[in-house]
């Protein structure tokens, strides 16, 4: 993320990130010290999901952050935020907003509050806030993320799911000006399998061993969609997938080591 984030973002001249931060601490979670990494990288809103409490020192930066989302689902009674609105940090074209929502799928995953349940009301209370709302769409099952964005199509700018880590090629705009991708990919090493040492889980998944995973090492890659949205209306104009990789190293006879 610090070394190709800032780049991007002047090559684009993007003027709003958002990051799927909920493994980003060593791969499981994410602490106060990760956020602030990545908020310092040029990243503006960051989202979570199942993982969220992995480290329990986030349950007070969430109580009192809300740039730094937990999934919008969770009990009311929770700590933090599920949604917010945000405007651009960086220079900007526009004076307008952004909403950013975070939602928790519920197939393989938690029991929480239904998702689509949630973003109905969630949409009511945003109101005439702002035209351009992106939700994170967290989950497991790609037939439950694309009706999620179905159900929100023309209501929403943007649906971009997480938690697999793989990037699909999928990615489109609704019929009523939605834009979607159901699972927008992994910021970190390409040498792994979704991140963790591609030894210790193929251990795992051959002896049914509760073999720990490790997050792996090396080159690493960034993994993203760059979206366009018209702030008058809500839609998206267009979506395109960008995979950018670290340089491979090479020694001084232009080897590749």
């Known amino acids: 993320m610090k070394k190709l984030l800032p780049e991007l973002i002047r090559e684009h001249d993007i003027e709003f990130v958002i990051a799927n931060g909920e493994n980003a601490a060593g791969g499981l979670g994410i602490t106060p010290q990760v956020a602030d990494e990545l908020f310092a990288s040029g990243v503006d809103c960051i989202t979570t999901g199942n993982h969220v409490w992995r480290h329990k020192e986030i349950i007070e930066r969430m109580a009192k952050d809300e740039r730094l989302l937990r999934p919008a689902n969770y009990p009311p009674e929770t700590v933090g935020y599920g949604w917010t609105v945000l405007r651009p940090r960086r220079h900007s074209k526009s004076e307008g907003a952004v909403c950013v ?39 497991e099952a790609t037939s439950e993320k694309q009706a999620f964005a179905r159900y929100v199509d023309g209501r ?65 890659m960034l993994s993203a969609v760059l979206v366009d949205v018209d702030e008058v209306t809500g839609r998206a104009k267009s979506i395109e997938r960008i995979l950018l ?5 090479k020694n001084a006879m232009g080897e590749v080591v």
């Open 101 to 139: 929502v975070c939602l928790l799928g519920l197939v393989f995953m938690e029991p929480l509050d239904c998702p689509f349940r949630a973003v109905d009301r969630i949409l009511e209370e945003v109101g005439e806030l702002t035209k351009v709302i992106v939700v994170d769409f967290h989950a």
């Open 156 to 220: 929403v700018s943007l649906v971009f799911g997480t938690h697999t880590h793989v990037m699909t090629a999928d990615e489109c705009i609704l019929p009523n000006g939605t834009a979607y991708i159901t699972d927008v990919g992994m910021t970190g090493p390409i040498d792994s399998v979704i991140g963790m040492k591609a030894d210790a889980i193929i251990h795992r998944l051959v002896t049914k061993l509760p073999i720990k995973f490790e997050p792996a090492s090396g080159r690493g």
């Open 245 to 249: 990789k670290e340089p491979e190293a």
